[in-house]
């Protein structure tokens, strides 16, 4: 009785059964004992856990002994195991986890052994197979709550039944159960575990295929089967073949989509579907023929899946399909259904991108991008459809829309220099609104669509959408991507390097060619479909040619809503009232220069008049003071000199300088569009290189003699040439030729004179030189404009012109003399920031002349920085230090400073000099100043102690010294008298009196 059971007890008559085990002759029959003690020592509630394990193990043993089990057996243990599992049924106590899973695994190791069951006989033994699996699934398969562990063994317990089960009645009354709990656990949350989802996978793959293989069907009993059998068992006549047919579809499709295990970020559990898919399709293409196009098209997406074992098997699946079709002389299935799958999406292609959530997008996106991919050319019979053609690119449209709300999307303005190695798509930055996976999988859909279309019957629907505001910039970014991808196959034919509008290459895994699906769809798909006329280098021009008329048509559209960037700092009207429509406008013209870049492609064998049409274009977008546009001009600069030879932006400017130059002269000569001109020569001479110096000359002939006409309103654009002018200069003249040397012999000397003729050898002045010469003192005439914007221009230039003359003396000295006077009062202008800018270029005068600046430097120029030092000189409090970095005082402590430290390196002062400095400079060795302002003044008082410790010692020491004092050498020598010792100063004075010691 089990109330009298104890452990000891229990465990000796387990030792006994164990031993009676080792017989080989024992028969299941003598296991019943065993089985009866075993149902009472897990309802015991007396008994040790161990017990019941120990218990569970022998029962394990025993079965691995036997060499088979009977019927009986079978269904007597499954029936006691099921109802110590059905706690609903008998009092016990609650079952650990641990004996739950060793129960389970006695379950499956017995239908292990059994291989399969006879025709079930009764209702009760239906009814012991039915508990036992209904247990098993709702309390242990089901539940969320239950151990990962003990959920993965109790699905192995369920396939092994069904596998014994086999195909037939029983299996068929138990199917629908069986496979909507499974499918719950494969459609349940991703935190369940990816082994989980794959054993759920193949159990209700395994469920599906035994019951409704077409085997089961041919040898499933008619409806004329007798009463009882009627009772017990569902009847498999065509409507029961028809609904479960559709229990499975419904089923599938939530497989399918987003959220399901085909999208499951797991690359195993989307293994395990693509094997379960491939089972049905092996063994139910009758019995589940309606399920193949949901099928295929599952397939077809996982085929460009990221993992390769994935995309490989989806793939190999789809080939034997194809090779299946193909044996039966039914050629045209796969490529009809695949090409009536394609239709049917894009007819439903709308809804399912808008309004959707984004996995919802992205899913759609990559079924679609799939079916380009796999079809390939045999996609253009697809499109030539009007209406098929319109619904998608209408699709591509609607989901491509970028919000231009976001003030974020653009910088306002940015003065920092254009890289072209870092300039990158614009599409990157733009779309942050835009979530980024949705829009590469966008752009891997443009780019397949015109690799199998070559663009041809897509673009007219295209640029007319370019006329609405609404579609205008998603119209572009689909145009371009579709052109990038039609650009591949004739690039390949004739050897061009090809890339897309968002990056510099197709290089992923997904959008290569290459997998193993990729050679046999290429024999079953594409010769079944009339591929059309493929794509000539021809028509891919004639294509680009009209693109890029409607696009730089674009571009001056978008440049009237853009500020003003031939002016920079002059917004346009449009652009004061409608922030918006100036963001809508900038992205529009970023996506319009990318297209022009990828427009190259086409014409890389022969560029000329490509590039005579869009170098002067994106030469004055590289001058817009929106950064976003400037740094997308720049990326398709770098994108256009790699498709067409040249591997530099230099590089491109240089070849085709002079059409460009000529272009900018006539246009100043007959004044048709200066400002666009000038900008244009600007950013020439920014981003080109020596090679093109020779080509200047007439142009900048061309500026004097605009300046020289005092042409108000474009003076800084005039200016600012000049400054790039002589920045370019500067970063030239180590590359351009040097003065060749003029040799001179003096007149002879008179007769009787014991002096001869002497010859004279001094240098000729370069030609970049004298260029340089003449800019700079072009300049000076306006430095005392009233436009604080000119002044400012005017500085620049003679800082770069300065910098210019370093290597010719000859010249750089007189230009220095006229522009001392202009810089001088510049250093006292009423504009805090135009004094500001003077104090930052006194020192580039200082370092390139030296000596010959000393006197007046001493003289002119380090009164008015004592004057400026004396008014910014006020200790600051804490809390000032912290902002003292954006106020005028700061920044004017900080040059007037630095001047005064290059000044003195460069100078050699005299004392009077160095004691006015260090007088006027001492003040901020106080610990209250900024700690930037305080380490340049320790830099500038070591600097001065290297010219006169003395006068340098005294100062500080003037401020703090260390006692005792000074005591003199002898009665001659006065004792210095200084003040008490100020400790705010102590810090910095020990610094400044280590380093004169």
Known sequence: HPCAMEDGAIRGQLGTIIQLLQDPSVGDHQLQPLLQSLRNVLINQKLAEATRRLTLACMRDALEKLQKVSDEFVLSTVSTLA???????????????????????????????????????????????????????????????IARHIRINAIAAVSRMVAVLGPGPALASFLPGLASTLSKVVLGDYKQGQALYASALDAWGQAVVTALSDTARATAPGPASSPTRKQLYVVQDADWWAASAAHVYEQLKLFTEPGGPASHPAPRVRAALVAAFGHILREC??????????????????????YARVAKAAESVLAWY????????????????????????????????????????????????????????????????????????????????????????????STAPLDAAAAGPAIKRLVRAFNPDVAEMLRRVCHALGQGTGAQGLVDYLLAALTNPDQQTAAIFVLNELLAGASQPVA???????????????????????????????????????????????????????????????????????????????????????????RQAAMAACLLLEGVAVCAQAHAAEPFQFLQRTLFPLLSRLGCPLAAVAETAMFALRQIAAATGPCTIADLLCINGDYIINSIAVQLRYALDRDRSLLVLQMLLTHADERIFPLIADVIDEIYYALDGYDQARLPSFLSVLRSLLAALQRWDAALPAAAVVTEENEPAPSGSEETGLVEVKPNVAPHHKMAAEATRRCMHFASHPSARVRLLVLDTMHHGIDALA??????????????????????????????????????????????????????????????????????STQARAIATTTHAFKIQRAALQAFKEMAR??????????????????????????????????????????????????????????????????????????????????????VLAAIA
């Not at 190791?109 to 291989?115: C, D, M, P, V």
């Open 83 to 145: 109802l110590v599992l059905d706690e609903r049924i008998l009092a016990k106590p609650q079952l650990s986890e641990e004996v739950v899973n060793d129960i389970i695994d006695v379950i499956r190791r017995l239908f292990e052994k059994k291989g399969s069951l006879r025709q079930i006989r009764s209702a009760e033994d239906g009814a012991i197979i039915g508990h036992s699996l209904h247990t098993i699934l709702e309390r242990y398969v089901a539940p969320a709550g």
């Open 285 to 306: 293409q009758s019995t589940l023929a309606l399920c193949v196009p949901v099928i295929v098209e599952a397939l077809v997406r996982l085929s460009g899946d990221a």
């Open 322 to 413: 194809a090779a299946s079709l193909a044996a039966c002389d039914d050629h045209h299935a796969l490529p009809r259904l695949l090409t009536d799958n394609l239709c049917t999406l894009i007819a439903s292609l709308s809804q399912r991108l808008s309004g959707n959530s984004d996995a919802e997008s992205l899913h759609a996106l990559g079924v679609l991008h799939a079916y380009l991919r796999l079809l390939g050319p045999a996609v253009r019979p697809v499109l030539l459809n009007p209406m098929t053609r319109d619904w998608l690119l209408k699709a591509l449209i609607g989901l491509g829309q970028i919000d231009a709300s976001d003030s974020k999307l653009l910088s306002d303005q």
């Open 492 to 582: 390949d034919k004739f050897g061009l390097q090809t890339s897309s509008a968002g990056q510099d290459g197709i290089s992923e895994a997904d959008d290569a060619d290459s997998s193993v699906w990729a050679d046999v769809h290429v024999s079953f798909v594409l010769p079944a479909l009339p591929a059309g006329p493929a794509p000539n280098l021809e028509q891919l021009r004639a294509i680009t040619n009209t693109v890029l008329d409607a696009y730089l048509q674009a571009l001056d559209s978008a440049d009237r809503a853009l500020p003003g960037h031939v002016l920079p700092g002059h917004a346009s009207a449009a652009a004061a009232a409608d922030p918006s429509a100036v």
């Open 807 to 876: 290597s010719c003396t000859d010249e750089l000295l007189p230009a220095a003399h006229l522009l001392w006077a202009p810089l001088l009062a510049r250093l006292s202008d009423s504009e805090p920031v135009v004094a500001l800018r003077a104090v930052e270029t006194l020192p580039v005068f200082a370092r390139r002349c030296g000596s010959f600046l000393r006197e007046r430097t001493a003289r002119e120029a380090v009164p008015i920085l004592v004057r400026h030092l004396e008014r910014a000189a006020v200790h600051h």
């Open 906 to 991: 460069a100078l050699e002062l005299m004392a009077p000099d160095v004691d006015a400095m260090a007088d006027a400079c001492v003040p901020f060795l106080h610990d209250a100043t900024h700690p930037a302002i305080l380490e340049i003044a320790l830099e500038l008082f070591t600097v001065l102690a290297a010219l006169q410790p003395d006068i340098v010692w005294y100062a500080v020491a003037c401020r703090w010294h260390s006692p005792p004092a000074l005591v003199p050498p002898g009665p001659a020598f006065a004792s210095p008298a200084l003040p008490a010792p100020d400790p705010h100063y102590a810090a910095a004075a020990r610094r």
